[in-house]
């Protein structure tokens, strides 16, 4: 993570918990409670040396916890010396008193054996200290206790009242929040070993800054009034502001790409196709438009964590200094470029296109394989053989690289970004319709009424939490207990080919979750998080697993039980999107989701055959907003007059209805256990639907 132009390697935020950018306001000093007073000191001290106080007791403590270490025997997990020789004298220096907590903690008949509070009083802050040779995300091997620190204080924090807390085994120190309606990790982390081992300053006053106790709540009655908690709620705002100006600039963009690809003197053959309305209709031309800025922000996620590129250093500069999206960024963010007529950086970026495309060109710089309907070779066909000037690139990257905060001009970070971010940038897209000017060919988005006509509309996040936590976090439960049951009634059975997690994981990811109307994808999103954390649980065997297994499961619930429907199509590409960017992980191609996402309408139909044995009703063509009301009388028409004349004609399509649909389904199942490890096995897969 790079901030203020100092890269902090020991530094790893998860989830939403702070911004990034925050951390630079933080190492200046320029946000709220950063002052000497705010930490206790008087108005003459200065902060700068308290820390440096901190940091020359820190690297003492260090050194005789390290001279220890060494003596001890290798099987001992270090929990004594740890606690007493490095992790509470360290906690004094920051301003604490830790108390030994000797009781564990009984709640909903859960013991939670909290190892600290940060003074005495049970109600005090909770702090967790476990021994540096045991993994904060990792449950020792001996079973006891029963969660990881990382999942005991998580859980602890989602049962009670306290809000804020701590978990370190001494070398990684995790501040926690409670996060009991979130579906990700969240959590802001420092690695003091790699910080004091690579005499790592900055990044030690920073751990300062957000460690230090006058940052902490004193206990459970005004834990909504610390700092933390402010810097967060800071950060949810400011994530407001960013998915504004996301929105804008999402809106600029489209409109710069739009304009610049029509005026090209170049593009003649573009504007003969638009002329005519027949190959190509200004919504196919927009919709093109929109994948183009799904590639680039795709590209931009995908760089800015590090999801491309394997280890390889070499291939990897090759890569960022020759092809990447964060080059272009670099020069659409110099202040000084103007129009010169060339169209080399268009070019190139249709080169950085086939790296990634069915033929998976950027195998050989160590590149992930993507392709499918996002990067195909031939999703962009009206764009692919045109030429736009470097000018009107450069603006729409700026656009989305940039944006306007309190008069600064800041840089959307990318690796921080929710994939619910994209949800606000489709609902202001609903409020368009292209017009493109046929005069001087100016690329417009007029406001329109698409959103009422589809029905089409942005749920919260709020809401998803709770529909999450009341509608799929019961059928998961069900679904195991149940399965645990027929395993346990089937324990005398020899004959059984699979194992205890082996039939769990089957049967979590046999759970079909379908969303009618997905809009942006915004519930199957928040439901493959919370269907890939269990499923990720049993894989490894730990209440809050790392990252990567997290990762590698949502990718596998994606595949397996993730279905949507929507009227726009605007949103059923964007909800593709969605889950691609939610769904991948390095060194696999993005999920075929043709058969998963469909665009229709999931409210009209039939859901009992048998109400047509009279034939179809005269009200099914009864006209609707944005119906055109002559041809539905027209339909009416001669539905009533093909069903009084050829009944037995009408009816004869469903004869061998029942035969076709065992076919259908069974054919579905085989399409679906088609894995997707591979572009060519992704390519089989689009090819057998």
Known sequence: MSVAGITLTGVQIEGNLLAADMTAELLAGNLKGQAPEDFGFTKTDKLADEIAIAWGDAKAYWAAFQRQLDRLDPDDTATSVTRELWVVPLLRSLGYNPVYTAKAEVVEGQTYAISHRAELGENKLPIHIIGCRIKVDHRPPSGTPRLSAHALVQEYLNKTEHLWAIATNGFRWRLLRDSSLMTRLTYVEFDLEQILNGENFAEFGLFY???????????????????????????????????????????????????????????????????????????????????????????????????????????????????????LRELAERPHWRREGFQDLWQGLRVTFLLFDENWRGKYLGLSPLNGDLFGSYTLPALDDCAIDNHDLLVAIRELSLYQDKGQLRRVNYAALDVEELGS??????????????????????????????????????????LIKTA?????????????????????????????????????????????????????????????????????????????????????VIQNCIYGVDLNPLAVDLCKVALWIEGFSRGFPLNFLDHRIKCGNSLVGVMDLSCLKEGIPDEAFKPVTGDDKSLASRRKKENKNQRETDLQGQLSIFNHLEQQRTEYIASFRELGEIPETSPQQVREKQESR
């Open 209 to 327: 800054r957000l460690f230090h106790r006058s940052r902490l709540p004193e206990g459970m009655d005004d834990a909504d009034k610390c700092l933390l908690e402010y810097y967060h709620q800071e950060a949810l705002q400011q994530g407001g502001r960013v998915r504004d100006r996301l929105r804008d600039g999402v809106e600029k963009a489209l409109i710069q790409l739009g304009t610049g690809f029509l005026q090209h003197p170049s593009n003649e053959n573009l504007r003969q196709k638009l002329a005519a309305g027949t190959e190509l209709t200004d919504i196919g031309y927009y919709r093109q438009l929109l994948r183009l800025i799904y590639r680039l922000l795709f590209l931009m996620v995908a760089e800015s964590r590090n999801l491309l590129i394997g280890e390889d250093v070499e291939k990897a500069r090759i890569y960022r200094e020759y092809y990447s999206i964060e080059r």
């Open 425 to 466: 940038v489709y609902e202001s897209l609903l409020d368009f319709h292209p017009e493109i000017s046929p005069k001087n060919y100016e690329f417009k988005l007029v406001f329109g009424s698409e959103r009422k006509t589809t029905g089409s509309y942005y749920t919260p996040p709020q809401l998803v939490g709770q």
């Open 472 to 556: 799929l976090e019961p059928v998961i439960e069900e679904k195991l207990r149940s399965t645990k049951e027929k395993l346990r009634n089937a324990e005398s059975n020899t004959s059984t080919t699979l194992s205890n997690h082996q039939e769990l994981e089957k049967a979590l990811l046999d759970l079909k979750i379908v969303d009618p109307a997905c809009g942006s994808g915004h519930f199957l999103l928040a439901a493959a998080r919370r269907v890939g954390k269990e499923l990720a649980k049993i894989r490894t065997g730990e209440p809050e697993p790392g990252s990567e297994p997290l990762k590698l499961a949502i990718r596998d």
